[in-house]
C-alpha cells in the first residue's frame, strides 16, 4: 500500500484506533483508519460492558476528558456489586466513587464505539469502512484487536424488567478461572461466563450461568441473542514491529486478570499517538511502560494466583475482602490496592512472566456451521 506523504495510517477502528486517530487528528494531523467492517463495534451487538473505574485514584472519564475524548456515549456509574461465592452466598460491595461505568458496545446509537467515531470524523478523520490494510505504511498504527483467545466470554444480551444491578458469580463450575457475571442497565442485560480454560464445554458454562442467575436474581430474559468473544493477553516486550506502533488488544494490552480492556485500549492508542506526534516513535514503549506497564504487570501476577485458586481459594479470598472492608468498607479502594503493582508483584513477576504463555495466534475465518466462541473453527488443528 502506497502511503499519501504526511498521512498517518491506523488499522481498526476499536476503541485503540479511534483514540489514536481523535489525538492525531486534533493535533492537525492527516488520519486514515482502515476498518474491515462496514461500521465500527462488529464484534459486539449492545453489549453492556464495565469501563474500570478502580486503577487510578482519579476517575476514568476525568482522565479521558484530559486527553481529550469526551463521554458523548452512554455510561452509567456503578456503585455496588453483588458477588456469589462458590456457594451462592451474595457479598454485596459499595463504594462511594463509581466502581466502573457501564457501557454500550457495537453499531447502535450511544455505544463508545459510535461515540468514539462520531468524534473520530469530527476531528476530520478519514474512515474507510469496508477496507484492509494488508501492509499499513510506516509510521502507521496496528490496532486490530485480538490475535488469540486467552480468555472468552460467552453470553446472552436480551432485555428485562428486572431493576438495574452489576452481579458476579466466582465459581469454576460456572466460568473456569474466570467468573460469571450479570449487568442490567436501563431494562437491557448481558450475561457471561467469562472464562479462562475448558473452552470446548462454553455451552454447558453458558447454561449453567443462566440456570444460576435465574434462580439467584429471578433473572427473565426477553429476547436472548448469542453474544460472546475473545481475549487476548501478554505483556509484550516491545509494541512496535518494525516501523509500526501496535495498540490496544493488538499489543496484548488487556487485563490478563478480568479482562477489562477498553481502558488500556483507549490509553495506549493515544499514547502511541504522542509518540507519533512529538516525531519520537522509538518513545511509544517507554510511554506506555510508564503509564501500564506496572499495571499490566501487576494483573497478571494476579492471575497466575487467581487461577490457582479453585472453588475453596475463592470462598477465602471473599472472605478476606469482607474482612479487609469491615475495617475501610470501600470496594473500589479494595480493587486499587488490589490491581496495584506492589514489591512483592515485582519480585514474582519474572517468573510469572516466564511461565505464561499467551496464546497469540491469527484467528482463523470462520467454517460454515461453526459457532464456537474461541476458536473461530480450528477444528482441524485440535
Ligand atoms: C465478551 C467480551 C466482554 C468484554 N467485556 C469488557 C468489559 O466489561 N470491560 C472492558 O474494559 N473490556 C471488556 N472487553 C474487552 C474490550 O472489549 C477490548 O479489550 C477492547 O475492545 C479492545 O479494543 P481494541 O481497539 O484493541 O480492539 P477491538 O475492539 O477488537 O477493535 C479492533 C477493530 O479493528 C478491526 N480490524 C481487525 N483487523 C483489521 C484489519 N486487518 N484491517 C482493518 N480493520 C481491522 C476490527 O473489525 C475492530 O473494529 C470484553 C471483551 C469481550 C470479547
Not at 504522542?274 to 494476579?302: C, E, H, I, M, T
Request: with cysteine.
Amino acid at each position: 500500500m502506497e502511503a499519501d506523504v504526511g498521512v498517518i495510517s491506523i488499522s481498526g477502528a476499536g476503541p485503540a484506533g479511534l483514540a489514536a486517530a481523535i489525538t492525531l487528528a486534533k493535533a492537525g494531523r492527516r488520519v486514515i483508519v482502515y476498518e474491515r467492517y462496514t461500521e465500527v463495534g462488529n464484534r459486539f451487538h449492545g453489549d453492556l460492558q464495565g469501563l474500570e473505574n478502580w486503577t487510578t485514584e482519579g476517575d476514568v472519564l476525568d482522565e479521558l476528558a484530559g486527553l481529550g475524548i469526551a463521554a458523548n456515549f452512554s455510561a452509567t456509574p456503578f456503585h455496588e456489586v453483588v458477588l456469589f461465592d462458590p456457594e451462592g452466598q451474595e457479598h454485596i460491595y459499595r463504594s462511594e466513587k463509581p466502581m466502573a461505568y457501564i457501557v454500550h458496545r457495537g453499531a447502535l446509537p450511544g455505544t463508545l464505539d459510535i461515540g468514539l467515531k462520531e468524534q473520530a470524523l469530527a476531528a476530520g478523520v478519514e474512515i474507510r469502512f469496508g477496507e484492509t490494510c494488508r501492509k499499513l505504511p510506516a509510521g502507521g498504527i496496528e490496532a486490530g484487536g485480538p490475535h488469540g483467545a486467552d480468555a472468552i466470554g460467552v453470553g446472552y444480551l436480551f432485555e428485562t424488567d428486572l431493576a438495574d444491578g452489576a452481579y458476579v458469580a466466582l465459581s469454576n463450575q460456572l466460568a473456569p478461572g474466570g467468573y460469571a457475571y450479570l449487568l442490567i442497565q436501563g431494562g437491557r442485560g448481558t450475561l457471561m461466563s467469562w472464562m479462562y480454560a475448558d473452552f470446548h464445554n462454553e455451552k454447558q458454562y453458558l447454561e449453567r450461568c443462566l440456570a444460576f442467575f435465574q434462580a439467584r436474581v429471578k433473572l427473565d430474559m426477553k429476547n436472548p441473542r448469542r453474544t460472546g468473544g475473545a481475549a487476548n493477553f501478554l505483556y509484550p516486550g516491545s509494541a512496535r514491529k518494525g516501523n509500526l506502533l501496535y495498540a490496544g488488544e493488538s499489543a496484548g494490552f488487556q487485563d490478563a486478570l478480568w479482562g477489562f480492556g477498553m481502558r488500556y485500549a483507549m490509553l495506549s492508542g493515544r499514547l502511541a499517538a504522542q509518540a507519533l506526534l512529538a516525531d519520537r516513535p522509538g518513545d511509544y514503549d517507554s510511554l506506555w511502560r510508564k503509564r501500564l506497564g506496572g499495571q499490566l504487570r501487576a494483573v497478571l501476577v494476579n492471575r497466575y494466583f487467581y487461577q490457582r485458586l479453585g472453588d475453596n481459594g475463592f470462598n477465602i479470598l471473599l472472605k478476606s475482602i469482607d474482612h479487609a472492608l469491615q475495617h475501610n468498607p470501600d470496594g473500589r479502594r479494595w480493587l486499587h490496592r488490589y490491581t496495584r503493582w506492589r514489591l512483592w508483584k515485582r519480585l514474582c513477576f519474572p517468573v510469572v512472566n516466564h511461565l505464561y504463555h499467551s496464546s497469540r495466534r491469527a484467528p482463523d475465518v470462520g467454517v460454515a456451521g461453526c459457532t464456537c466462541t474461541w476458536c473461530r473453527c480450528r477444528h482441524s488443528a485440535l
